[in-house]
DNA sequence: ATCCTGAAAATGTGATCACAAAAATAATTA
DNA sequence: TAATTATTTTTGTGATCACATTTTCAGGAT
């Protein structure tokens, strides 16, 4: 297993070994510095971040249930691969699943919440102009986040984070092969349509900003990556 | 902890010990056996169910990453209260989901299933006449899920579970301070609609099973059958 | 060379133990 | 009697160990 995949990560004062774990292996996965098809072993991470097994095997079981990760019938644990057709699925998902969220948050967003939208989406635009991949990624996700989590009630936010752990490692080889991840911005949109507090142009921003986006990648240009990627 | 809410189950050779208290505890859940609020203890559990803490440590962790279950910052661990603006959150987000889940569905079916989905909807309809709430639940819960399985890339049935999930508590209250659920039935109409091949009719089926079956609770109805059972 | 076979190493699993923190109970004080 | 402190018990956590299964690999047979 990479040890260079599993980079030491800030640990908090007072959090358990295996939300370390958790967090650890999240992270790695979420940018997709995991191979699909590798196959982790309990031991071999425990070791890699000093640890034992039983926590290990604890954070190894959440993100299996977070979709993150697969247990084989030889009970061996990797990164699921990725095909064309699941690539379809999770993208329409993500696509309904924002909506959703983006409406539901509509009536709780404060001008307050709309600012900091405004200053993420600018920070990802200095990220992209760059050309700092990983970062843009993150503040993506951070704009989304802080978008959805307006919604003091959280019951979507734990599906949507776990659509995008299960893209995440189709990213990692998208930003292999392709020289430059080319982003597509709605967010400019959405926070207008965020002032006027109009849900349904909220909702067509974000769904414009997901199929435009990540969803924007032809059938043909996916299963051309992935064959190149060796899965 | 009460014994009675853990009911043995089948344990199909081979299955591991983690897997089988992962299984019995989800089910106690969905079907509301255990009270909201109530903490449950990995001692107790494992005890109940002759194992060692460790097995059940890790079935807890996956309950919760699935939503079924909370953990405080005591790390004590509970299944959550259901509050009103918590389920009518619960019940748009499972209306959404399970329309998406349909009309991704509807390209894969087979008039084999469809056979299936009418033998499920009779025996639900035999369920219901003759008061068997618990039966009738899960079948209700079969024939959806036969539906959306139909699609054989599955990356939504895990997420439409987890709002099972966590709705089955508030089905525990409602079933013992309502005499006798009252299902409605918008499956044949489903079926017609799958029949015919026809997303939109399926969508809409779907759709209206939902807010007129549990999405059917008033508001005000939820907050007193929350205050009856003292949430 | 290819396929089989058996030994050795690696791996997942679950029980047990020690430790620290939290909760419950008993004892003490105002 | 009520509030506070001290003690005991309960509980979550993680390391370690033993066992069974799987994987890996070396050596031999066809």
Redesign the pocket.
């Known amino acids: 297993m990479g040890n260079l995949a599993l980079e030491p990560l800030d640990r908090p004062e007072g959090?358990?070994?295996?939300?370390?774990a958790h967090r650890r292996l999240r992270q790695a996965i979420m940018v997709g510095s995991i191979r699909p098809g590798e196959?982790?072993?309990?031991?071999?991470i425990?070791e890699a971040m000093?640890?034992?097994?039983?926590?290990?095997?604890?954070a190894?079981r959440r993100l299996s249930s977070e979709g993150a990760l697969r247990?084989?019938d030889?009970?061996?644990?990797m990164v699921p691969r990725m095909t064309a057709d699941r690539f379809s699925e999770l993208v329409s998902l993500r696509a309904v699943l924002e909506q959703h969220a983006a409406r539901r948050a509509v009536p709780h967003i404060t001008e307050r919440r709309i600012d900091r939208l405004e200053e993420i989406d600018r920070a990802q635009d200095e990220a992209i102009a760059r050309k700092d991949n990983a970062t843009a990624l993150l503040l993506n996700q951070e704009f989304h986040r802080t978008l959805y989590t307006a919604n003091p009630e959280q019951v979507i936010m734990p599906m949507v984070e776990s659509v995008w752990l299960q893209l995440g490692p189709f990213l990692g080889i998208a930003m292999e092969h392709v020289a430059q991840l080319y982003f597509v911005d709605r967010h400019h949109e959405a926070i207008a349509a965020l002032r006027k507090r109009d849900e349904n142009a909220v909702a067509a921003a974000i769904k414009a900003d997901i199929s435009e986006g990540i969803g924007g990648f032809e059938r043909a240009a996916i299963e051309n990556l992935l064959r190149l990627a060796g899965q």
Chains 1, 2 share one sequence.
């Open positions: 959090m358990t070994t295996h939300e370390y196959s982790l072993t309990i031991r071999g425990a000093e640890s034992s097994p039983t926590p290990v095997r604890e190894l247990v084989l030889n009970r061996r644990i």
